[in-house]
């Protein structure tokens, strides 16, 4: 239905406001991912039904290419265009040929003038892309007329992935099938299927049948967050599984999309489902039951002979369905509990010399890690698979962060990027309360798009080893093709610019552009899509000693924002916001997009409130993490309260590890009475409220006097989000210093144990 609208404000849109170059560019070429060349020429092509497909291309997959397009063609003018494979010549013609010599992978040219069009691959898949290119320029409409032009294009990425969990939520073939379209369209080209979990075995395996009849279902789900409580269940039988046919059909039509899936079997951890089908596969030989809800969970596959038997026999079966180089094995998330209390285990350790459960985790992995290759396959494993030492020929998936890719590359092992500050699309993308449920976090589309895959830590030499990065669609929280749909689209159209279009070239308000034809597009398909292009987004500024500015936007960059200060909904007639306005009373603002007059997208608001420190100078000793560090310092003095749910949404500033020192200069001294804080308390994300806040203030610069403590009771660990101090300090002064010592290091028994914590910290509010 949005689409409807959209589709009458479109034509609003082109005439409006006065859109640069760059705009213009985005409007009249709609490709996604932008290429790296694209030059007007003067004059246009209509495709007709009399157009003919014609080529001389050898290689097999040329079919593949032609039947792609013509099917596309099919789908507007309801005929199917003739075929030449001779590379016959017409009046009117769609040329499919091969770049002569040594070209780039997957590149190719696509030229358009009065007489052709002319698409060049580097090899059948960029062919391929360039088919892509030339659907995303047809115009909507009956006509198929095209604007000359010439595009030389290549991805700057080999690996671009997207993720999809199968085991928490099971998804059908025609869903995934489109879902593997949906990549090709956008020029990704790995699709990385994560088909074993706890909750549930998804492929069928004909040596085990069990795994088809016990571990592919579970008796009920967890309804609603997992941090309700009490947790309750639906009560309802959930599960299912593909069949090896199944799996074949979907390779192929993979294969014909030049999408390589990589199947993931996880292992040792997340097996609770193979488990609950085969117990002798655990260590402790009790039954266990496919589990309900979610999490880490201690059963684990033991390092038996039987166990690596197990295995080997799966991935046999795997390897026969899947042609692709790569297997995935998992590795992370693999509790040592019960390796630790396991006879096997510890005869395991001893019989080989490990230090301990680490190194027996490593062993794990390099001994399926070596059956595989033997097997002329290469594995793929989540950055965990570094801890006691890397298997020889691994590549490693960074996730928990950027800093495991770093390692793995300094150690020279292949590496793909998918840490969860921006590759994470189970992720909330918008603040906006009617938001559906997510896992938690917070990932908009623009942190999304300014995503660069390579580490300013690497080298130029060590950065050659970063093949590219991947979307990850965990399913916890997304029962459905349509939430699947909303949560990937468009994070995915952005993340395909991070990854084929690559750092130089992106351009996020053309993206921008291009995606306010993409989306209605989709749409029409029937593709749910996440449009919050026209959603106002506030954002307070502060920090410098020049008050508190506030910024009231849209995405599209499209029409006016207006506003209201009583919280009623604004109306045409509301007051603009234009740039920053200063702001000097307290209170609600209200904003809205309007297009000629029509109210559009969500509407959006802050609450300020301009207490003693709001608008002053601050300054951090330790800088937050990169990928938590808000609107910068300003933001802990801004007057906006961080989200209750979400310590990504610009107010919290996230820390690992660190300690948190800060000094707000007032400018002049003041008095005051109190002081408030808030920390995030969430140990299943590794955030813990810290134990102490230290105070202490001055007249001069580095002249503070003694440290006033305060200590906070931490909540229960697994009860409330948010933890707020406030210590009474009646003081005058100038200058102002807190420090707040961080949580340490998570203790055994909790999500991360053994790793940093994260300290969040909001609004440092001064009364
Ligand atoms: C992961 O998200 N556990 C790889």
Redesign the pocket.
């Known amino acids: 239905m949005f689409y409807k609208i959209m589709l009458a404000l479109l034509a609003l849109v082109a005439g409006f406001a006065s859109p640069g170059m760059g705009q213009m560019d985005a409007r009249t070429y709609p490709i996604i991912p932008i290429p790296q060349k694209i030059q007007a020429q003067k004059g246009q092509f209509e495709v007709s039904a009399k157009t003919l497909i014609s080529t001389d291309v050898k290689e097999a997959e040329i079919d593949w290419v032609i039947q792609y397009l013509n099917q596309h063609l099919q789908s507007r003018m309801d005929v199917a265009l003739p075929v030449s494979k001779s590379g016959k010549k017409s009046a009117s013609a769609i040329y499919l040929k091969l770049l002569p010599g040594a070209v780039k992978p997957e590149s190719y040219r696509l030229t358009i003038d009065a007489k052709q069009i002319l698409i060049e691959g580097g090899d059948p898949a960029g062919l391929f892309y360039g088919v892509q290119s030339l659907i995303q320029l047809l115009p909507d409409g009956d006509r198929l007329v095209l604007p000359s032009l010439s595009v030389e294009d290549h991805p700057a990425f080999p690996y671009r992935g997207m993720h999809l969990d199968v085991g928490r939520h099971f998804f059908p073939v025609a869903f995934v099938k489109q879902y593997i379209d949906m990549l090709a369209r956008y020029k990704m080209n790995r699709f990385h299927w994560h088909l074993t979990e706890d909750q549930g075995w998804r492929i069928e395996i004909k040596r085990y049948p069990k795994l088809q009849e016990v571990a592919a279902f579970r008796k009920e789900t967890l309804i609603g967050s997992y941090n309700n409580q009490p947790q309750q269940y639906d009560g309802k039988r959930y599960g299912g599984f593909y069949t090896q046919e199944e799996i074949k059909e979907i390779v192929r039509y993979a294969q014909e999309r030049f999408v390589t899936i990589v199947p993931e079997i996880e292992l040792p951890g997340h097996a609770q489902a193979a488990i609950a089908a085969y117990p002798e596969l655990g260590c402790t030989g009790q039954p266990v039951e496919v589990a309900t809800k979610w999490g880490v969970f201690e059963n684990v596959y033991c390092p038996s002979e039987a166990t690596f038997e197990f295995l080997q026999n799966v991935l046999t079966e795997v390897m026969q369905l899947f042609p692709g180089k790569y297997i995935h094995i998992g590795g992370?998330?693999c509790p040592k509990t019960q390796w630790k209390e396991s006879p096997v285990a510890q005869e395991l350790i001893r019989k080989e010399g490990l230090k301990n459960e680490e190194e027996l985790q490593s062993y794990f992995i390099r001994r399926i890690e070596k059956f595989l290759n033997a097997n002329g396959r290469d594995i793929i494993g989540?950055d965990e698979i570094l801890e006691g030492g890397l298997a020889p020929n691994a590549t490693v998936m960074s996730?928990r962060g950027i800093e495991g890719g770093i390692e793995a590359a300094r150690q020279k092992h292949p590496v793909i990027m998918t840490p969860v500050s921006h590759c994470y699309f189970d992720y909330y993308q918008a603040l906006h309360p009617e938001e559906p449920l997510a896992i938690g976090g917070f990932l908009p589309l623009e942190k999304v798009y300014s995503y660069n895959p390579v580490p300013d830590e690497l080298s130029p030499e060590e950065a050659k080893y970063i093949l590219g990065a991947q979307g990850n669609l965990?399913t916890e929280y997304i029962p459905d093709s349509d939430k699947a749909e909303y949560m990937a689209y468009p994070r995915m159209q952005a993340l395909s610019e991070v990854v084929w279009s690559g750092e130089a070239k992106k351009d996020f308000p053309g993206f921008i552009q291009r995606l306010l034809v993409h989306l209605p597009r989709l749409e029409k398909e029937g593709i749910t899509v996440a449009n919050h292009l026209f959603d106002v987004k506030a954002s307070v500024k502060s920090g410098d000693g020049n008050g508190v500015r506030l910024a009231l936007h849209n995405l599209a960059q499209t029409g006016v924002v207006r506003y209201t200060r009583d919280g009623s909904s604004p109306k045409a007639v509301s007051p603009a916001i234009e740039g920053d306005l200063p702001i000097t009373s307290d209170g609600q603002f209200l904003g809205r997009s309007f297009l000629e007059g029509t109210a559009i997208g969500r509407e959006a608001g802050v609450d300020i409130n301009l207490h003693y420190a709001a608008g002053r100078s601050i300054a951090l000793t330790n800088p937050p993490a990169k990928q938590y560090s808000g609107s910068g310092p300003g933001a802990l003095i801004n007057g906006v309260a961080g989200d209750a749910e979400r310590y990504n949404d610009g107010e919290w500033l996230g820390f690992q590890g660190t300690d948190f020192e800060a000094v707000i200069d007032f400018g002049e001294p003041i008095s005051f009475r109190k002081l408030v804080f808030r920390f995030f308390n969430s140990p299943a994300q590794w955030i813990y409220a810290p134990r102490e806040v230290l105070v202490s203030t001055a007249n001069l610069p580095e002249q503070f006097g003694q440290e006033s403590k305060t200590r906070l009771v931490p909540p229960n660990a697994w009860s409330g989000k948010q933890l707020q101090s406030v210590l009474i300090y009646n003081t005058k002064a100038r200058f102002l210093k807190i420090k707040i010592p961080n949580f340490g290091i998570i203790p055994d028994g909790y999500p991360g144990a053994g790793n940093k914590a994260w300290l969040f910290v909001d609004e440092i509010v001064v009364e």
């Open positions: 992370d998330e989540w996730w965990w």
